[in-house]
């Protein structure tokens, strides 16, 4: 099982920007899949979520700005973010696990067996 994430980069502040998380060799009817965010000497923080049945969660502070999609055909999570701000810049990680999100553990890192090699964002 492989998670490769793309679509980082470096944009100005208001600027948009479209990661992509590509799974493959996954084959479980239920899962969730996720994006986590860290920067320097921090803990990973839980960004958006979205479930096999399709059910998304995000977190508060970035609600209205970035939205987690899939496109099951091409096995490939996104999420759009909007309205960037200086804080938002991070590395950028998708995670899976083999079972439907949950309201209350959707961002805790400890809930995922697979982790991407992250996807860097920066905002100036």
């Known amino acids: 099982v492989q998670l490769v994430e793309s679509g980082g980069g470096s944009v100005q502040a208001g600027g948009s920007l479209r990661l992509s998380c590509t799974v493959s060799g996954f084959t479980e009817e239920n899962y969730c899949v996720s994006w986590f965010r860290q920067t320097p000497g921090k803990a990973r923080e839980g960004v958006a979520a979205i479930s096999s049945t399709g059910a998304a969660y995000d977190r508060g502070s970035t609600r209205g700005r970035f939205f987690i999609s899939q496109d099951n055909s091409k096995n490939t999570v996104y999420l759009q973010m909007s309205s960037l701000k200086p804080e938002d810049t991070a590395m950028y990680y998708c995670?899976?696990?083999?079972?439907?999100?949950?309201?209350?553990?959707?961002?805790?890192?400890?809930?995922?067996?697979?982790w991407g090699q992250g996807t860097q964002v920066t905002v100036s």
């Open positions: 995670a899976a696990r083999p079972r439907s999100c949950v309201l209350l553990t959707w961002s805790l890192e400890a809930y995922y067996d697979l």
